[in-house]
Structure formats: C-alpha cells, structure tokens
C-alpha cells in the first residue's frame, strides 16, 4: 500500500516515522507498504491550490494519515482564519479528494472539541461543544470530513498528546524544572496524555486489521489515549520523579493561570470502543512517560 503521511516534522508524524523506520521482522511496514512522509515544504495546508497541484502531480495514494494541523492552542484565538484553514477547510478538501480517488483517510482530532463540563469519561457519541478556536476549527474538520467521505475514512481523537520531539507538555516541564526550584502547575484540569509513540503504534495497527480493510465501511469517530485520569500538575509531579529533576511542583487553578484561549475542564475519554474494534491496547500513562523520558 501506499501510505501518505502529512506532518512529517510534528510530534506524530515523527514517531509514525520512528516505528516505520525501525521496524522489526515481526512489524516490517516498510517491506509491506510505501510510506511517504510529507511537511508543508511538499503539501501546505494552508494552500488551497497547492493541495490540488499535490494530489493531482503524485501517484494514487491507498491511505492518507493527516497527522497536519495547526496545534497553537492560544495562538489560534486571534488566527482564526490560518487555523480554520488547515484544522477544517484542508481537511475538507482532502476528505473530498480521497473520496473521489478512493483512498483511505485517517484524521486526526482531540479532546478539545468537548467542553469539559461532563464528570464522566466522554464517548465518542458524546455531543461536542468546543470552547475555543482551536477546538471549533477541529470540530468543523471533523464535520466536513463525515459529510465529505461517509464511508472509509475514520477519525482519532487524542488528549495531550507529548513526545520526545518538539515544544510539549514533558519537554517544557523538563526544561523549567531544571532551571526553577519549583513551579506552579494547573491542578483543575483533568485528562489522559497521549504518548505520541503509542498512538502512533496504534494507528499502524488499525492498518493491518481487518476491520479496517474491509471496503466501504462507514466512517467512524474513536477516543484515543494512555490509561488513567490526571491533572497537568500531577503529570509534571510524575516527569519530575522519573527524571530525578528537584522542582517543587505547585498546584493552582485554571484562573490563577489565566491564558488567551480557554481550556475544557474535564476531558477525559472512554477509549472502550477503539479497543473492542481494533484490539488496540492501550497502556497506561506512568508506563508510556517512563518510556519517553528514558
Ligand atoms: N499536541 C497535542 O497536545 C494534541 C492534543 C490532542 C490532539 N492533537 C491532534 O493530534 C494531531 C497531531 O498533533 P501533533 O502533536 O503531532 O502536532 P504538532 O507536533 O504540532 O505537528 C503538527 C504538524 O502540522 C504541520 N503543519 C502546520 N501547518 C501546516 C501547513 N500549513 N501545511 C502542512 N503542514 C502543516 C506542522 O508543520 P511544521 O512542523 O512545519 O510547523 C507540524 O509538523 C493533530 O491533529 C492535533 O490536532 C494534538
């Protein structure tokens, strides 16, 4: 098959990448499949026609995994055009691309299309209600894609998703930890992270299931995640412990670290439905840390 991955430099996109390079006997991608990773250098999002001139100057793709999209979560509060663009309008036009050209797309979305309010894990039928710009380009995206590509297209929603790669929750943390003797960290805000490893592992998992290659199946939404339930604080408590970093870890609320666009209090997903499907395992998220920082 013939697999296209946008966001090549990105945080999942890179550790697609990682699996796919290092693979063993017993997972060799590359012996079964042509990956072709991409940036914005080869396919900018945010161009309309550059899109098209991709598409119709490369060879017929069998999936799409568009792990692209504009992540700047406060930034996006005053670029609301640019994050409309890549988050919705690009989805939308490579869901219709992929519909008419047949080719499989799997897209990626977040937690942050809910609004937080609910106390129990969020299923996938779950109503969203976005609460900033970010969460509402990617709700728009996932919505433009359902109606453009009814069939053979899945999206994954992920929360918190950090990596060894780029500016991220467990990067920034490791950074000021070293520097600062202690530092104030949200308690208020509850979630899973997602190590960008895993999902990764999981997405090239759903590749070689059944489920998935079986024709014309209807699109469907599926929650994404490590196991477990914290807060940002008891996340940094966590880095700071594996990494042997000597930085006191303060709790405060939402309000006393006001930030441009808001965030969901409570996003925590049920992840019961992409494991009964696909079989995929999800491990939980003191196992996965350790990984990435070790
Ligand atoms: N990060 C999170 O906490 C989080 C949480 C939940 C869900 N998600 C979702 O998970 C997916 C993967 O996220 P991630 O953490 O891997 O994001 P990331 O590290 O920010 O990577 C996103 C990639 O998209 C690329 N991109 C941005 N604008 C583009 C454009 N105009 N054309 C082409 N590429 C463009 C970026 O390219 P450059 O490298 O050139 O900037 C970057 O490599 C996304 O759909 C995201 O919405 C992320």
Redesign the pocket.
């Known amino acids: 098959m013939r697999i296209l991955v946008?966001?090549?430099?990105?945080?999942?996109?890179k550790s697609i990448n990682k699996i796919v390079n290092t693979g063993n006997s017993k997972n060799n991608y590359q012996q079964d499949n042509e990956f072709i990773f991409v940036?914005?250098e080869e396919?900018?999002?945010?161009s309309e026609s550059g899109i098209s001139h991709y598409f119709d100057n490369n060879d017929k793709f069998d999936i799409i995994i568009?792990?692209?999209?504009?992540?700047q979560v406060d930034k996006a509060e005053q670029e609301v055009e640019l994050a409309n663009q890549?988050?919705h309008l690009?989805v939308k036009q490579l869901a219709s691309i992929a519909s008419k050209q047949q080719v499989r797309l799997i897209h990626?979305?977040?937690?942050?299309v809910f609004d937080g309010e609910s106390d129990k894990p969020y299923l996938e039928t779950d109503k969203p209600n976005p609460i900033n710009v970010y969460g509402k380009t990617?709700l728009a995206g996932e919505k433009a894609l359902q109606e453009a590509m009814p069939n053979n297209a899945m999206i994954i929603?992920?929360?918190?998703?950090?990596?060894e790669?780029?500016n991220?929750f467990v990067n920034t943390m490791l950074r000021l930890g070293k520097k600062r003797n202690e530092l104030n960290v949200v308690s208020d805000q509850i979630g899973s992270p997602?190590y960008?490893t895993d999902l990764a592992g999981a997405i090239l998992e759903i590749i070689k299931n059944k489920e998935f290659k079986e024709i014309s199946q209807a699109t469907q939404i599926y929650h994404y995640s490590n196991k477990g339930e914290i807060s940002w604080c008891d996340f940094a408590k966590e880095i700071f412990k594996i990494a042997k970093v000597d930085c006191k870890v303060n709790p405060i609320t939402t309000q006393q670290y006001p930030t441009p666009a808001q965030r969901p209090k409570n996003t925590l997903m049920s992840k019961d439905k992409i494991a009964e499907i696909f079989s995929v395992k999800t491990l939980n998220w003191k196992e996965s840390l350790k990984t990435c920082i070790k």
Do not use: M
């Not at 568009?66 to 992540?71: E, L, R």
């Open positions: 946008t966001g090549k430099n990105g945080q999942l996109g940036g914005r396919l900018d999002l945010s568009n792990c692209a999209a504009y992540t890549i988050n690009a990626i979305s977040t937690d942050y990617k929603r992920a929360s918190w998703v950090y990596s790669y780029g991220n997602t960008a």
